[in-house]
């Protein structure tokens, strides 16, 4: 009886291990390398940094179903900040073709192509975001996000772009967000919300002479702001930039009554990658241990 008992423990536990042998070689083997950008080149004038990012929280806003309240304030962050460095640099004082002039807004075929890197970064990272047709992206149709450089603005609250400086200079209104926007709840994200009010432009300007155009340029010079953000300290802003990015470009309020979402709508943030990394790394020595259980437990019934 006993050694009919040990042949089917034996049996069964190489059953067990033939399992998990092939399971395990079944596995991919995922590249621990990431590749660096920007992939374009200086001509076509997409500066991305996205050589270290693996984009907390866009799986969870849009990896299921494309909702623009969801997910474009998400992937607006994470395109913000890999474009801060170079938005707020100033365009060097030496003379340009006229057909490349500085001073004109980012082109949307130029947009076009950092939304082509993002992507490629996206896939990298096996991030895959439902496309809401086949003539509409997610990121330029879809959620409508356009990158500046701060020299095609006219922000005086926000910053300095006197000439001689290679970036724009903070105000004390932008520098003031520093404070107002380390909280990414709901009470947090509503004050980020009226520190960025002292950044509108107020009348005409030589870049805008309409009531519109002003409107247009407040909230671009908001975003700019947030941008400056990123550009300071991503981890520690970038889900609060998120929620204010919600509340400022798809919130269902008039521009004018821009709120934040509540804390029980469970809204996604962007998070930093580190954050993400830790949490992952620590599910994953779990995960690793699991497929040796059942060996484990076959030794221990043969050893009894």
């Not at 994470?78 to 938005?87: E, I, K, T, V, Y």
């Not at 497929?291 to 484990?296: G, I, Q």
Request: charged share 15%.
């Amino acid at each position: 009886m006993k050694k009919s008992l040990t042949l089917l423990i034996l049996l069964l536990c190489s059953l067990l291990f033939s399992t998990v042998l092939s399971n395990l070689l079944a596995e991919p083997v995922q590249p621990n390398t990431v590749p660096a950008f920007p992939v374009e080149t200086q001509a076509q004038r997409c500066r991305l940094d996205l050589s270290n990012e693996l984009f907390g929280g866009v799986n969870e806003a849009c990896g299921r179903n494309l909702d623009r309240s969801r997910c474009c304030p998400v992937l607006a962050a994470w395109l913000f900040a890999a474009h801060a460095r170079s938005a707020l640099q100033l365009p060097a004082p030496a003379p340009t073709p006229e057909s490349s002039d500085p001073d004109e807004p980012m082109k949307p075929d130029d947009s076009q192509k950092c939304v082509n890197t993002l992507q490629s970064a996206l896939l990298i990272k096996q991030i895959k975001i439902p496309q809401p047709n086949s003539s509409c992206d997610a990121i330029l149709c879809f959620c409508g996000i356009r990158l500046h450089q701060i020299s095609s603005l006219s922000c005086p609250a926000a910053f300095n772009v006197s000439s001689g400086f290679k970036n724009a200079t903070p105000t004390a209104a932008v520098k003031n967000l520093e404070k107002e926007c380390r909280n990414s709840s709901y009470s947090g994200c509503t004050r980020c919300l009226g520190a960025l009010q002292k950044l509108n432009v107020r009348g005409g300007n030589k870049k805008t002479t309409t009531e519109r155009g002003s409107k247009m340029m407040s909230k671009d010079c908001k975003l700019m702001g947030l941008t400056s953000l990123l550009a300071r300290n991503k981890t520690a802003y970038i889900p609060t930039v998120s929620a204010v990015l919600r509340a400022i470009m798809y919130s269902p309020h008039p521009p004018h009554l821009n709120k934040c979402s509540p804390d029980q709508e469970n809204m996604p943030l962007a998070v930093d990658s580190l954050q993400f990394e830790r949490s992952l790394s620590s599910s994953s020595h779990l995960f690793g241990v699991l497929p040796f259980l059942p060996l484990v437990i076959c030794i221990v019934l043969f050893l009894l």
